[in-house]
């Protein structure tokens, strides 16, 4: 018996299905070709000719000749068109994020209305959060303050999302706080080496005096440490954190002052710096006076316009934490 192949079977078959107007039926499929069909399958079959078979064949090899030739012209224009395309893109997004940020900002910002503290309210060691009660900006009695206000209200300082983030979790850490539960003002003197440090700018130490409001004698050396008289600059801000620094550790027997304690209150100085006046100028006296005195946003100020990010505190706060760490 001769042997034959697929595509006799196929041609042979076709011949067959011609006399049966083109279709056939499963019974009359030679063996070994459709024999997987059920055999009680008697639909109608369209037929293969021979041309089809024979692309179907190809398919492969042709997409793969296709490809062989395409693909080495797309990926070269792709190769000399990309360092046009991404070095555009590099240059301009920052500047499309820069235009866009100052366009968002260019109302100035509306400040409300001041208030000074009651007796009934709470407040901090902290000037920066008791300007914000003060404007109502947090609640103005200072109590149960949420993550979501104190967040929302850190942004009229226009603190990058990663400053307010790492506040807003240390501050809940540090009070041992639950997501949802709210915090007073005056909770924050209760941080005592954790947040609250000795040796403030303008407090007592806890130990030897009141820790959470201004002491006007402080105050006012604070005020004089400016060199020119118009601007205290961080230059100021060293010689006098130093001056505080020696002073309590000889007044006060629990004096401490380590690492956590060195950074945190050379923040402090970065922060209220960056916030009203600037990062690398420190701030201006009456500026100071406001910020200070009466724990209010200073006449004139104009919100940052940039957020105030890690990327621009870090290296001033551990310039300043470098240059007061012997005293
Ligand atoms: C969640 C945010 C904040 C928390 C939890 C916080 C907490 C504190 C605490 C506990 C102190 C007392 C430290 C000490 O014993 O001297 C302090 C001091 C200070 N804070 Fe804040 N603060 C925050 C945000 C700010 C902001 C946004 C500013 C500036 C705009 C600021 C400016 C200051 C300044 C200048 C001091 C030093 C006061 C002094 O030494 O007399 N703080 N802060």
Redesign the pocket.
Known sequence: MSVKTVSQIRIEFTRKADVKNSHFFVDDAPLGVFTTLPPHHNRRIEQPTASMSALGYLFYPLLFVLLAVTGPVLFGAFAIASPFVFSAAAFLTPIVLVISHILKHRQPYKVPPYKRAEANDSR??????N??ANHNILPHNGKDISQER?NTA?KV?N?GPD??AL??N??WK?LNLQKNQGFALSQ??E??NS?????????E??DIGN?VV?NHD??KR?IKSSSNGKQITIEDFIQYKKQ?QSESRDQNPKFTFGANQLV??SS??I??S???GSTLGGLPVEVAKS??REERIPEGWIRPLLPITFAQLAAPMAWVAARTYFY
């Open positions: 901090s060691p902290c000037p920066g959060l300007v914000l104190l850190l300082y603190l400053v307010r506040l807003v240390l501050l540090k924050l003197s941080t005592h947040i609250e440090h000795d040796a403030s700018l303008t407090r130490d806890l820790n201004l402080l105050y604070f505080r945190g209150a402090e100085a922060i209220v960056s916030v009203f910020v200070f």
